[in-house]
């Protein structure tokens, strides 16, 4: 017998631009229209650019300058080909002022010292993670999570659902529409969707199913009340005995859990470590049922070795 669930908990996001490239350009243009033709005056090109650009406080200017300056350097000469040049090192250094990539001063910051930018949570792309796989009667299995970040609005969730079920229903030929009403019933804009699937010697296997969970910084962390595990789990593989008599549990845990241990009533035990999906603050693992054997326990294990829980309900026939 298998066993399905689906835990739930209550949060959001935004963005915005400025107006750093046009100043940029305007910069840019009426000091490149300044300089005389001929090779080019490094010194006192560096030294008006940056004078002028203090002047209008435009930091991430100084910096286009300086790139401009080793663009056209070296004994190249000023004139439409130079302009050419000094308009596409302004467009570069508008895109990387915009990304936060140079500093003020106009040095690339050290990467050792830098901090990465936070991936955007895009609601119509997925994030793809492989959490678990092995082989069972000789066929290669892999079990996949696509985290569907939170649709901030109904609109959103609207598009989202529609995104979502043409990339299932590529496998999943019969798989139905939801309609509108059910997607007002089932959206939150605190809750994340992740969609569980299968894979057979990579080839997408019609057995899947949806879940939800906490987005990241929610309160309770999708967790069953006093549980260490989050965010529901399935067993895939048994809608069209595509696995046999090894269909696969992929589940969802709490970070603090380092490792699953699964023992079997004929003997022996099967390990599993969870795997993060984006930014989610539910892990996910797989494990297969090992053929001809119900499960004895299924045992979730800190870093520091200590029981954080146990399971008897997975993987029993009775």
């Known amino acids: 017998m298998s066993k399905e669930s689906t835990d739930v908990g209550p949060a959001g996001a935004a963005g915005g631009a400025g107006e750093d490239e046009v100043a940029v350009s305007w910069a840019l243009g009426e000091l490149a229209g300044g300089v005389d033709t001929g090779t080019v005056p490094y010194d006192r090109l560096v030294t008006g650019g940056r004078r002028r650009l203090r002047r209008r406080r435009l930091l991430t200017a100084g910096t286009a300058v300086v790139l401009a300056a080793a663009v056209v350097g070296g004994g190249a000469l000023l004139g439409e080909r130079g302009r050419q040049a000094v308009s596409s090192v302004a467009a570069a250094s508008a895109s990387v002022s915009a990304s936060g990539a140079v500093s003020a001063s106009g040095s690339a910051p050290s990467s050792a010292g830098a901090t990465p ?78 969609n569980l699937y299968l894979t057979l010697d990579g080839t997408r296997q019609v057995d899947d199913t949806v879940h939800q969970t906490v987005v990241p910084g929610g309160p309770g962390s999708g967790s069953l009340p006093g549980s260490s595990f989050s965010g529901g789990g399935t067993v895939l593989g048994l809608k069209g005995a595509e696995a046999g008599g090894s ?40 494990v297969a049922k090992k053929p001809g054997s119900d499960a004895r326990t299924l045992t979730l294990y800190a870093a520091d070795g200590s029981v954080l829980g146990t399971d008897t309900t997975w993987f029993r026939s009775s």
């Open 117 to 194: 930018t936070a991936r955007v949570r895009d609601p119509f792309t997925p994030v793809r993670v492989k959490v678990g796989e092995g082989t069972v009667n000789g066929r290669r299995w892999q079990a996949w999570a696509a985290l569907w970040p939170a649709a901030p609005t109904k609109e959103d969730a609207y598009r989202q659902e529609e995104l979502r079920w043409e990339d299932r229903h590529a496998a999943i030929p019969q798989l139905p529409k939801m309609t509108d009403g059910e997607v007002d019933r089932q959206w939150r804009a605190d809750l994340d969707a992740v």
């Open 247 to 286: 269909p696969v549990l992929i589940a969802g845990v709490k970070p603090e859990v380092a490792k699953v241990v699964v023992t079997w009533e004929t003997g022996g035990s099967t390990e599993a470590v969870p795997v993060t999906v984006g930014d989610s603050p539910t892990r996910w693992f797989a």
